[in-house]
């Protein structure tokens, strides 16, 4: 669920132009996931 959430939904599409911009993406959605980035559960 949460890489669902990372991949399609919170992970810009910029950062797929090299590996050094997915990586940063995707560590500062880590960093950020409870204060910036919350999944809704319903």
């Given at each position: 669920?949460?890489?669902?959430?990372?991949?399609?939904?919170?992970?810009p599409?910029?950062?797929?132009?090299?590996?050094?911009?997915?990586?940063?993406?995707?560590?500062?959605?880590?960093?950020?996931?409870?204060?910036?980035?919350?999944?809704?559960?319903?």
């Amino acid at each position: 669920m949460l890489w669902r959430k990372i991949k399609y939904e919170w992970m810009p599409f910029s950062a797929y132009t090299s590996f050094d911009s997915l990586q940063n993406g995707l560590f500062n959605i880590l960093k950020n996931i409870g204060d910036e980035y919350v999944i809704e559960c319903t």
